[in-house]
């Protein structure tokens, strides 16, 4: 089996997580005897000094013709004050958008050796573990009319039943596998937009009887999740709502840099780490590669269906955190800082000891 990745590695930070994030998946694949191959092509600021656009047709084609896209960052200083619609920001929305990419999946996890690296006491983030479903192509961030002027500016906010009932059934099945609580947050008290996309959950929320349906509003969630994060399994929420929740959701974990997220569509899948591109380290191979291994294996369980190498992947991850290996973004005065490249490295060496011992005694190859 072979799986063509296109490679969008952006700006910044952007092509050394990527690099080491294709290394990874690479030495994956030939473990589990599957081949990758891979397309690189610009995207965000670097795509605009060359082409004129962020996003070009030729990389949105790229895109189609892919098993799966696996992206870097965008952005820097230097584009702040280009139009909006050449930001390179804006590569990302048309992307998404075009690809059809209606959820982000992003998992909350604390890691046992991390849990001290919160800026929450341990005893309130210890085993913590939930997914943000995010509406990604829907809501205000794509809602018409939009501008402003000299004396005012505007946005639309607005969902459509299919919009909502997309996000949703995904949201449920995977509450199935977990430990069956969804939670719903809107802000249905004070927006009719909200108020209507609470209904289509309950609606859909027939089709899954064993899944808990519980509603909460924005502002609550967002208390929620500082004070008592292990009570969430599944979230479910908007795009604007979800953009915001999921970035506190990363936070108390102790790191953004270390979070991965999937955006799947009914067709396509885009892979990318959470975090921006740093233009401050760019270059110095500093950068934490952790999200992007993570979404790496995201990938591998979402597009590929190989849900083992992704927890090959995820232990392997673990395992390095375990022994005190950490980037400099992480690091306090005891543990042992590595730079992109020794950190990609030893991710792979306990991926092989992970991957052998397995082999040895759970799974067939």
Not at 23 to 35: I, S
Not at 75 to 87: T, V
Not at 150 to 157: A, P, R, S, V
Not at 250 to 276: D, Q
Request: charged share 20%; glycine share 8%; proline share 4%.
């Amino acid at each position: 089996m072979t799986y063509n990745i296109t490679l969008l590695p952006g700006d910044g930070i952007g092509p050394e997580v990527a690099s080491a994030g294709v290394k990874v998946m690479k030495y994956v694949a030939e473990k589990f005897k599957v081949a990758i191959e891979t397309q690189e092509k610009l995207i965000g600021g670097c795509s605009y000094e060359k082409f004129g656009s962020p996003l070009t047709d030729e990389t949105l084609q790229a895109c189609y013709d892919s098993d799966a896209v696996l992206l870097g960052a965008v952005g820097g200083y230097q584009w702040e004050n280009l139009p909006h619609h050449l930001k390179p920001e804006a590569a990302l929305l048309k992307l998404r958008k075009s690809l059809g990419l209606f959820a982000n999946i992003r998992p909350a996890k604390v890691y046992p050796a991390f849990v001290n690296s919160s800026s929450l006491k341990s005893s309130v983030i210890s085993g913590t573990d939930f997914v943000v479903f995010r509406e990604l192509i829907g809501g205000i961030y794509f809602g018409e009319p939009r501008g402003f002027d000299e004396n005012k500016g505007w946005n639309t906010m607005v969902y459509s039943k299919e919009e909502v009932e997309r996000i949703a059934h995904m949201a449920f099945k995977t509450a199935m596998s977990r430990k069956g609580v969804l939670t719903s947050i809107d802000k249905a008290n004070v927006l009719e937009v909200s108020q209507f996309w609470r209904n289509v959950v309950e609606e859909v929320s027939k089709d899954y009887p064993s899944v808990k349906l519980k509603h909460m509003y924005v502002d609550n969630a967002a208390m929620q999740i500082v004070r008592d994060p292990r009570q969430f399994d599944v979230i479910v929420t908007g795009n604007i709502f979800g953009d915001i929740l999921s970035d506190i959701s990363g936070m108390i974990t102790g790191s953004l840099g270390m979070l991965p997220s999937a955006s799947l569509g009914s067709r396509y899948a885009l892979y990318e780490p959470i975090h921006g591109s740093a233009p401050d380290i760019a270059g110095q191979n500093k950068a934490n590669p952790i999200a992007t291994i993570s979404s790496v294996a995201m990938m591998f369980e979402h597009s590929f269906g190989m849900n083992k190498a992704a927890e090959l992947i995820e232990a392997s991850i673990e395992k390095t955190l375990s022994q005190g290996f950490r980037t400099a973004d992480i690091a306090s005065d005891s543990d042992k800082v590595l730079n992109t490249n020794e950190m990609t490295e030893q991710i792979m060496k306990n991926f092989d000891e992970v991957y052998n011992t397995e082999a040895l005694g759970v799974f067939t190859l």
